[in-house]
């Protein structure tokens, strides 16, 4: 079973920025997208950012000139660096992987970004 770690969260002002990585636990070979979901209080969670085996990218039209995805794919690692970070940015961020003929998803156990104001 493929497991996913994040990490970089933490505590911003507003305007800072951050970035989190994503890491499997063991190598990834294949995939269809990797990204990042968020959810935050009182609020359902909602797509980040997605990239796809092919490069292709999605963003929440929320973040999208702030935040940016990459990844590594010799280190099975997806990033998103959040720039100009806002409080309502504020949020349990969560690794996402899509896997085999039907995309089936993978979780992280989520990681805490907090933005003041």
């Known amino acids: 079973q493929v497991q996913l770690a994040e990490s970089g969260g933490g505590l911003v002002k507003a305007g800072g920025s951050l970035r989190l990585s994503c890491a499997a636990t063991?190598?990834?070979?294949?995939?269809?997208?990797m990204g990042w979901y968020r959810r935050a209080p009182g609020k359902q969670r909602e797509l980040v950012a997605l990239?796809?085996?092919?490069?292709?990218?999605n963003y929440a039209d929320s973040v999208k000139g702030r935040f940016t995805v990459a990844r590594d794919n010799v280190k099975n690692t997806v990033y998103l660096q959040m720039n100009s970070l806002k409080p309502e940015d504020t949020a349990v961020y969560y690794c996402?992987?899509?896997?085999?003929?039907?995309?089936?998803?993978?979780w992280g156990p989520g990681t805490q970004v907090t933005v003041s104001s």
């Open positions: 996402n992987v899509k896997i085999g003929p039907w995309s089936t998803d993978y």
């Open positions: 063991r190598s990834i070979f294949s995939y269809n997208a």
């Open positions: 990239i796809s085996s092919g490069d292709s990218t």
